[in-house]
């Protein structure tokens, strides 16, 4: 702590003046070290692997607790594995199964889980909370942890495509609040995420393209090797190769993860406001919010990923064939290019609330050829009504009018 001097008035000026020295201003700062461990395994929950017991102290410890919380869907799949692991292990778990869906994702969820920690009484740094789910259930629980007594530590086994190569591997907790998609949250590190790709064998096809988005997402700003091995490899990306997890799926993978880090780590707190994973998350939250019958998040982020890359070809950023391969590959992953409610007017409404967002500028990042990001502040209307036309002019020439 150090005081901050000022030069002291040789008489009182002001009513508001405190006649009495020495400090009357104190500046505090201190720094909180963050550290946490990203790691894809298999077979985690073989009860000889000792990964997750390391993760809970189950290893070194007789009769360790810890409160398992699950997603509904994955606990059908995969409870009796979990169990059986934690039996094998001694440890000592509380299970908390709770629904895993967008509209459940609320306030409540969090105050629920706080109580399932205060009706075990967990102990305050040896006993760990440990998440097994998806995108959802993973930002409830990590507010939960962040919240209960100021921070407790957790461990999250994300179990969807999204989860393991997005909500998983950052910092970011959350749920919805009024009409607002993660409007209350905080930034709080897991002690550990463990990634078993085995999980995702049993995960929906759609959510599989939803997943697929964002590693398009990485691959287009910021990794143009990622985006070759992608057209390579899409039309044989399904939930089985991804679960077999053999040498091109673990690279397209751990290419998303690694990549995703290296963005977030200089910048977990989000102090930066040109964020190039904000790529495809400018128009897509109007888009989410409207799209009736709904859109999965990755969807919303496709049409919007498509806009931008249209944006960039106005630009002179992207060449033709560049934006015709990228709108390829959204296409050839299972993603939407375009969405009726998706208009010109709509994009409009959708960068402004971005500007809000980022602090009063658009801080749009696009792509500066395939593999690097620029952001731009001064996206015009006609361009944005320009960009739709490119894209639907490329879905007509595609697919043949009135698809
Ligand atoms: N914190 C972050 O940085 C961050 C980043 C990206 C997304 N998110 C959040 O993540 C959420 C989306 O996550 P999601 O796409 O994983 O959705 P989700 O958690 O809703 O899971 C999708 C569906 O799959 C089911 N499921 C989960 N694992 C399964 C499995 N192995 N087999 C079969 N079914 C399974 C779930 O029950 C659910 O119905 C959004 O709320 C989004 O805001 C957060
Ligand atoms: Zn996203």
Same mark, same amino acid.
């Given at each position: 702590?150090?005081?901050?001097t000022t030069a002291?008035p040789?008489r009182?000026?002001?009513?508001?003046d405190?006649p009495?020295?020495p400090?009357?201003?104190?500046?505090?700062?201190?720094?909180?070290?963050?550290?946490?461990?990203?790691?894809?395994?298999?077979?985690?929950?073989?009860p000889?692997n000792p990964?997750?017991?390391?993760?809970?102290?189950a290893?070194?410890?007789?009769?360790?607790?810890?409160l398992?919380?699950?997603?509904?869907?994955?606990d059908?799949? /995969?409870?009796?594995?979990?169990?059986?692991y934690f039996?094998a292990w001694?440890?000592?778990?509380?299970?908390?199964?709770?629904?895993?869906?967008?509209?459940?994702?609320a306030?409540?969820?969090?105050v629920?889980?706080?109580?399932?920690?205060?009706?075990?009484g967990i102990?305050?740094r040896?006993?760990?909370?440990?998440?097994?789910g998806?995108?959802?259930?993973m930002?409830?629980?990590?507010?939960?942890?962040?919240?209960?007594?100021?921070?407790?530590?957790?461990?999250?086994?994300p179990?969807?495509?999204v989860?393991?190569v997005d909500?998983g591997?950052?910092?970011k907790?959350?749920?919805?609040?009024?009409?607002?998609k993660?409007?209350?949250?905080? /930034?709080f590190?897991?002690?550990?995420?463990l990634?078993?790709?085995?999980f995702?064998?049993t995960?929906?096809?759609?959510?599989?393209?939803?997943?697929l988005?964002?590693?398009?997402?990485?691959?287009?700003?910021k990794d143009a090797?990622?985006?070759?091995?992608l057209e390579e490899?899409v039309?044989?990306i !399904?939930?089985?190769t991804?679960?077999?997890?053999? !040498?091109?799926?673990?690279?397209v993978v751990?290419?998303?993860?690694a990549g995703?880090?290296?963005e977030?780590?200089?910048n977990?707190?989000?102090?930066?406001?040109?964020? !190039?994973v904000?790529?495809?998350?400018?128009?897509s939250p109007?888009?989410?919010?409207?799209?009736?019958?709904?859109?999965?998040?990755?969807?919303?982020?496709?049409?919007?990923m498509?806009?931008?890359v249209?944006l960039?070809?106005?630009?002179?950023?992207?060449?033709?064939?560049?934006?015709?391969?990228?709108?390829?590959?959204? !296409?050839a992953?299972?993603l939407?290019?375009?969405?009726?409610?998706?208009?010109?007017?709509?994009l409009?409404?959708g960068?402004?609330?971005?500007?809000k967002?980022?602090?009063?500028?658009?801080r749009?990042?696009?792509?500066d050829?395939?593999?690097?990001c620029v952001?731009?502040?001064d996206i015009?209307?006609?361009?944005?009504?320009?960009?739709?036309e490119?894209?639907?002019?490329?879905t007509?020439?595609?697919d043949?009018?009135?698809?």
């Open positions: 702590m150090s005081e901050i002291r040789s009182l000026t002001s009513a508001f405190i009495r020295a400090g009357l201003t104190w500046y505090v700062q201190a720094q909180q070290p963050v550290g946490y461990e990203v790691s894809l395994t298999r077979g985690l929950l073989a000889a990964t997750l017991a390391k993760a809970v102290g290893d070194s410890r007789d009769g360790v607790r810890t398992v919380v699950v997603d509904r869907s994955v059908e799949l /995969y409870g009796t594995a979990l169990r059986a039996a001694q440890a000592e778990a509380s299970w908390l199964v709770m629904p895993g869906d967008e509209e459940t994702k306030l409540e969820q969090v629920e889980v706080t109580r399932a920690m205060t009706d075990m102990l305050r040896t006993e760990r909370l440990v998440v097994v998806g995108g959802v259930l930002d409830v629980v990590g507010m939960a942890a962040s919240l209960y007594r100021r921070g407790a530590p957790y461990v999250r086994v179990t969807t495509l989860g393991q909500a591997v950052g910092v907790t959350g749920v919805n609040h009024g009409t607002h993660n409007r209350l949250g905080t /930034y590190a897991p002690e550990a995420t990634i078993d790709p085995e995702l064998r995960v929906p096809a759609r959510h599989i393209s939803n997943g988005a964002e590693i398009i997402k990485m691959a287009l700003i090797d990622l985006f070759r091995l490899t039309a044989h !399904s939930n089985d991804l679960a077999d997890c053999g !040498s091109d799926m673990s690279e751990s290419r998303a993860i995703m880090l290296d977030l780590e200089p977990l707190w989000e102090s930066v406001l040109e964020r !190039s904000d790529y495809g998350h400018t128009f109007s888009l989410e919010l409207r799209a009736d019958p709904p859109l999965l998040h990755g969807e919303a982020v496709a049409v919007d498509a806009v931008c249209a960039a070809v106005g630009r002179q950023y992207l060449a033709e064939d560049e934006a015709h391969r990228a709108l390829a590959l959204v !296409s992953a299972g939407p290019l375009t969405h009726p409610v998706f208009t010109p007017e709509l409009q409404v960068l402004a609330d971005a500007v967002h980022r602090d009063g500028r658009q749009l990042p696009l792509t050829g395939i593999g690097s952001f731009v502040n015009t209307p006609a361009e944005l009504a320009r960009a739709l490119y894209v639907h002019a490329f007509e020439r595609v043949g009018p009135g698809r």
